[in-house]
């Protein structure tokens, strides 16, 4: 898999916000790169399923329920941009079989 120049680029940018998850999946329309596309669906699933979870965390007013909240999204986001600037394709912990799966269409 191709890891070079304008993907790899793509890739780590897109673990920089949902607006990075967008930006990313523009660059990588024209040359439609499987290791840019790979970290593009794993950083959409990752923002995806952070602000609909993070809904469900405003009913609690638990420091610790919210800190386990941030801290297994930041293990994640950190996995993930690691992965990809090492140029790997590794899916982040627990959910990213199904971020793939789930978001096949994203390419």
Known sequence: MKTEGNAKTSAI???????GTIIAYFMNMEEKNEFASFHIRQAFG???TFY??????GLFDQVFIIGAFYLFFIVLWGYGIITAIQGQTKEVPILGALFQKFLSTVK
Do not use: D, F, P, W
């Open 46 to 48: 990752i923002n995806i």
């Open 52 to 57: 609909l979870l993070g809904a469900l965390m």
């Open 13 to 19: 940018i897109s673990y920089i916000t949902i607006v």
